[in-house]
């Protein structure tokens, strides 16, 4: 095969640098192109000095980042963007201008690049939203039902992407990511797992929401191998498909991940709530990837559990600012 050239957009990030890690000791070049949204160099210091791997600062919201980067790359990776509800409501116009307009341009010069083998859109199962009908479980058909303003926005750009179906130098892909979890070079502490287990290795009171909700979960490192895997396979079979990413054995009430963590952690001051605003409720199948590309999730909630307690042992982690003036916590 020939060594493909990748093109991580958002690649200093939490699932990026994982991703970064497996593709490059599967000897891919790759470049990066990355905001630091989060002054996460720290992140991506180790990487600086592997010969594949290139680093540029520079937004996707501004033609001059990507330019010339575009005309050298085989397969583009985009996994750039403000992630989350929280903060695409918090920061709804910069939201607006990186997650949809940003976005759309990004994605129109990545169509004009004739040599583009492939492009890949890491999207999320948030945008199936709610079910209150029991035992429904999402298919990649499903009606999408976004909740929030950050899922809203996935769907839109899924849409745009599906509308240049008769495009024949085009072919994107759109994988539907379960929420993330495990450790990685740019940690992140919001989602679910990795804030469970943090708080309660560190004993502070944790409330948890609507405990009873469910939701799908998948490790970084078990991302960076999908995403390898829709690399390396050929493009007709991922072209204009639409995918979701994770493993049905892994659909998690917030319950049972706190039994999870029983198992290895001493758990006490924990409060339960009802009637969150985060009204997201939903199982999701993910037969398709299983099928389609043969993969499979090595990685379970207890390995992810078990390597975070030990990073905080060592104390791996510090505080620091973002560009958006928040602090927060990062790799040492
Ligand atoms: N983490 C999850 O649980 C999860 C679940 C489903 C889908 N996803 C998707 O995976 C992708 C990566 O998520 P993550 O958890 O790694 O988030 P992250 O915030 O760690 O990574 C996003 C990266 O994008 C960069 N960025 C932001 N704006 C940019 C811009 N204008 N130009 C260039 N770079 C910019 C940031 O600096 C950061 O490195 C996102 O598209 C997200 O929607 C994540």
């Known amino acids: 095969m020939k060594l493909k050239h990748i093109l991580l957009v958002g690649g200093a990030g939490y699932i990026g640098t994982s991703v970064t890690e497996h593709l490059l000791s599967k000897g891919l070049k ?16 180790k990487f600086k000095s592997n010969k594949n791997y290139n680093f540029f600062l520079g937004d996707i919201r501004e033609k001059k980042s990507y330019k010339n980067i575009l005309k050298n790359v085989d397969v583009v990776i985009i996994l750039a963007g403000l992630v989350g509800d929280p903060i695409t409501k918090k920061y709804r116009q910069l939201s607006n201008s990186i997650n949809l307009s940003g976005m759309k341009k990004f994605i129109l010069a990545c169509k004009k690049t004739k040599k583009l083998d492939r ?32 899922a809203k926005q996935k ?30 070079p740019r940690m992140r502490f919001d989602l679910t797992v990795n804030h469970f287990t943090k708080s309660i290795f560190e004993n502070k009171e ?46 998690f009430r917030k319950i049972d991940i706190i039994n999870k963590i029983k198992k ?23 037969e398709k990837v299983k099928k389609v590309l ?7 909630l207890e390995y992810g559990i078990k390597e975070i307690q030990r990073a905080i042992k060592k104390k791996k982690f510090k505080i620091s600012k973002s560009q958006l003036g928040n602090y927060y916590i990062q790799n040492n």
Do not use: M
């Open 119 to 150: 492009l890949i859109f890491i999207s999320t199962c948030s945008n199936y939203g709610l079910s209150r009908k029991k035992n429904i479980i999402f298919k990649e058909n499903s009606p999408l039902k976004p909740l929030s303003i950050y």
């Open 294 to 300: 043969k993969f499979k999730t090595k990685f379970s």
């Open 30 to 45: 790759i470049t990066c192109l990355d905001s630091l949204l989060y002054a996460q160099k720290n992140s991506i210091k």
């Open 206 to 251: 944790l409330e948890i929401y609507d405990a009873e909700t469910w939701r799908p979960y998948c490790h970084v490192k078990d991302f960076a191998r999908l995403i390898y895997i829709a690399i390396t396979c050929k493009s007709k079979k991922i072209a204009f498909q639409v995918f979701n990413a994770g493993s049905s054995k892994n659909n």
């Open 155 to 184: 769907v839109e750009i899924e849409k745009f992407l599906l509308s240049f179906r008769k495009s024949e130098n085009f072919k994107p892909c759109i994988l539907r990511f379960a929420t993330a979890f495990g450790l990685s």
């Open 264 to 286: 290895i952690l001493f758990v006490r001051n924990i409060v339960f709530k009802k009637n969150d605003i985060d009204q997201r409720n939903y199982k999701v199948n993910f």
